[in-house]
């Protein structure tokens, strides 16, 4: 049963050369068979009542979109819903139609609920908090006192906001259970034009709470964040000619860049380290890749060709390598190289035009987009193991599917589609599923999702 | 004979005699009222004199300059109406009304004032007509717009086309006579693309095109520092349409005047 656990073991035997074996794939990332939880709704005493629904969604959307568990139907629940541990009464004899006894555990491990797990609980006004009460319990379990894996007080204010926050923290205890990080919390910077020109906004993971960051009132776009957090890299036409700027994303201000001389400096990458970065510049005529210090200083060229080379992404894990697009194959594809340089290899198989590669955070996959199968123009999502090359392909056609970039949990990915008519951003679930449109306003693209 | 000759001598001057004498007598006038006699002025202070306040000329085209011309003595301020406000004792002010428009000189001392004014007429056009088109010799933008030609380029390529070589021959022609006029002049070189291509991409791809554009001026003779290249990929493109005839338009090196 907790073999869903193993999300990121990948012990597949590693199948050389090329190959589409989705399944396995996104099963080693994603999961295979999910565990089932039964979450029902929560009620609220005193004035939280007045936040309850809100907590409600909240919980079950976290839970639901981490995408570990399969959620037991709402409409199969029993009518008698245990909101404390001491609700459970263990019947002498268990009658799944007695309408008039205790809770019991069996009412949710049994069919038709047939849940593995029980989030419960209940929220109350205390001292003019917030107060949540919540337990998890492990349902297959044949007595209450073996059963309880959470049993936790969490405290917010009296509002919405507090209702979001506990819900947050009760989900993220929930999934940390499972070792899988929740999302709760993390952002996603993206390019909107919705105030009149490209800038960067930020919002949280679920598309609430969106904000306009810069406000250059020019072309801002091409945006990377540092693995700690606190930097935002991009690319700025508010000097003239694309230009990399840095800002702060702790004080919001600009920190000093020193961009070399050239018609473009682009698309730049921080290492994992912080230290370094690395991006795209034509100082030398073509767009070629660089390596510098995070203030732009100690520049060292890394690759040499009378090509098109942009959009380097460095291994996250390792700091070692790099992904990146080059045309100097012909079309552009996606390559790979050691940190220095060397050993430049070609991922994608030369089909079609491959772009936007994105390392998940264990290091061991990119998402990138591809037009294999399709004219110019028509991009997918695909997933490839960057050891065995194999690939799979999440998107199948619906619109133009460009730069996905994977969540800190490197279980979700987000992504801009014009599925929709417009060009918006989507989440998904590693394996495709779990569509979820996050913006509407304007167009909206360059996704970075990050802690 | 002599006696009707003397006696008609003798009536003659008696009637003169009495017309005379009656003329003295009831023609005494009585005097004149005092205000009309000429008596001592007391000391008034005068009103300023305006010896002149002249519009030259009265009648002009729109857009044309009339001259207001003023001499004043005797006045402690002098100021023209419409806008022009004080003014010296004597001058001139070339005016520029857009139609036709009464100009009015005041001019004030202690005695009061006196006001002058003129007219100067102004013959708009029966219709406002569209200002007129600029020759290629007014500026350098519109000399660039109408003189120098955007070329074209294939799909994910910068290199320039046999159809472009022969624009840009003629654009570096034009080129090198309008930086002759334009001394202080550049000219931006921007690159774009079709939208099919990854932004990223085609932010090299476009600056390629830029370049290759600016090096193939740049062999023919035209100056390299007057030359930018700019890259905008397909963050710009003129035709937003998902065909080839779009396509083609965006996948262009764009000429525009600094």
Redo the contacts between chains.
């Keep these: 049963m907790k073999n869903f656990i193993l999300i990121f073991v990948f012990t597949l035997a590693a199948s050389v050369g090329y190959g589409q074996q989705g399944s396995d794939i996104v099963g080693r990332i994603v999961g295979g068979q999910k565990a089932v939880i039964a979450i029902p709704d929560f009620r609220g005493a005193g004035r939280a009542a007045n936040f309850v629904s809100t907590f409600n969604e909240t919980l079950f959307r976290d839970i639901e979109q981490a995408g570990v568990f399969k959620m037991a139907p709402k409409s199969m629940f029993p009518l008698n819903v245990p909101q404390r541990p001491e609700d459970f009464r263990k019947p002498l004899q268990y009658d799944p139609n007695n309408r008039t006894r205790a809770p019991w555990l069996l009412d949710w491990s049994e069919p038709p609920v047939s849940s593995d797990y029980l989030a419960f609980g209940y929220t109350a006004e205390q001292e003019n908090q917030m107060v949540l009460f919540g337990w998890l319990f492990n349902v297959r379990q044949p007595e209450v006192s073996g059963a309880q894996l959470i049993g936790k007080i969490y405290h917010g204010s009296l509002d919405e906001e507090g209702a979001r926050k506990v819900a947050h923290e009760f989900a993220t205890d929930i999934l940390r259970q499972f070792g899988v990080e929740s999302l709760a919390g993390s952002k996603i910077y993206f390019v909107s034009n919705r105030s009149g020109s490209?800038e960067i906004w930020m919002m949280d993971y679920d598309g609430s709470n969106q904000k306009q960051f810069t406000f250059y009132k020019n072309?801002i776009?091409?945006p990377n964040v540092s693995p700690d957090g606190t930097r935002l890299a991009f690319?700025s036409?508010a000097g003239?000619?694309?230009q990399i700027v840095v800002h702060s994303l702790e004080t919001g201000r600009k920190i000093p860049f020193y961009n070399q001389r050239a018609?473009?400096n682009?698309?730049a990458a921080f290492t994992p380290d912080g230290k370094q970065i690395i991006y795209?510049s034509?100082a030398s005529?073509?767009?070629q890749l660089y390596r510098a210090n995070a203030d732009g200083s100690k520049l060292e060229r890394l690759t040499n060709t009378r090509s098109?080379?942009?959009?380097p992404k460095i291994n996250p894990k390792t700091g070692n390598e790099i992904l990146f697009?080059s045309?100097r194959g012909g079309?552009?594809q996606v390559y790979k190289m050691n940190i220095d340089g060397t050993d430049v290899t070609r991922l994608t198989t030369g089909e079609g035009?491959a772009?936007?590669p994105s390392w998940n955070p264990q290091g061991s996959h990119m998402a990138f987009?591809w037009t294999r199968g399709y004219s110019?123009?028509n991009?997918n999502i695909f997933i490839m193991d960057v050891a065995t090359r194999e690939y799979v392909q999440l998107t199948q056609g619906a619109g133009r599917n460009?730069n996905p970039t994977w969540a800190p949990d490197g279980r979700h990915m987000v992504f801009s589609s014009n599925r929709g008519g417009s060009m918006q951003l989507w989440s998904m679930l590693a394996d495709g599923t779990q569509l979820r449109q996050l913006t509407s306003a304007g167009v909206n693209?360059?996704p970075v999702w990050t802690k | 004979m002599n006696t009707r000759r003397a006696s008609v001598l003798a009536l003659a001057l008696t009637l003169s005699f009495f017309a005379a004498g009656c003329r003295k007598k009831v023609g005494v006038p009585p005097p004149p009222a005092a205000a009309a006699a000429p008596v001592a002025p007391k000391p008034v202070a005068q009103k300023p004199m305006i010896a002149f306040f002249t519009a030259e000329p009265s009648t002009i085209e729109r857009g044309q300059a009339s001259v207001l011309k003023w001499d004043v003595k005797g006045a402690d301020s002098i100021s023209i109406n419409q806008g022009l406000g004080t003014v010296t004792a004597s001058g001139n002010r070339s005016v520029f009304p857009s139609s036709t428009t009464s100009y009015t000189l005041t001019a004030t001392n202690e005695g009061g004032s006196s006001t002058e004014s003129v007219t100067v007429n102004v013959n708009a056009p029966a219709t406002v007509a569209p200002p007129a088109t600029p020759t290629p010799s007014d500026d350098f933008g519109s000399m660039v717009s109408k003189l120098i030609q955007d070329i074209y380029f294939d799909y994910d390529k910068s290199e320039v086309r046999e159809d472009s070589r022969a624009i840009l021959t003629k654009n570096s022609d034009a080129l090198k006579s309008i930086f002759g006029k334009f001394p202080n002049n550049t000219l931006t070189i921007e690159g774009h693309c079709d939208e099919r291509g990854s932004a990223e991409y085609n932010l090299g791809l476009g600056d390629r095109r830029a370049t290759a554009t600016k090096d193939f001026l740049t062999q023919l003779g035209v100056s390299a520092d007057r030359l930018r290249t700019i890259s905008y990929g397909k963050e710009r493109p003129t035709c937003t349409d998902s065909d080839e005839s779009c396509w083609s338009k965006n996948r262009r090196s764009h000429f525009v005047a600094q």
């Design positions: 490209k072309l776009t091409m690319t036409f003239g000619g694309p018609s473009m682009a698309t795209s034509t005529g073509w767009a098109i080379e942009v959009e697009v045309g079309p552009q035009e772009s936007n987009a110019p123009g991009w460009e693209e360059k």
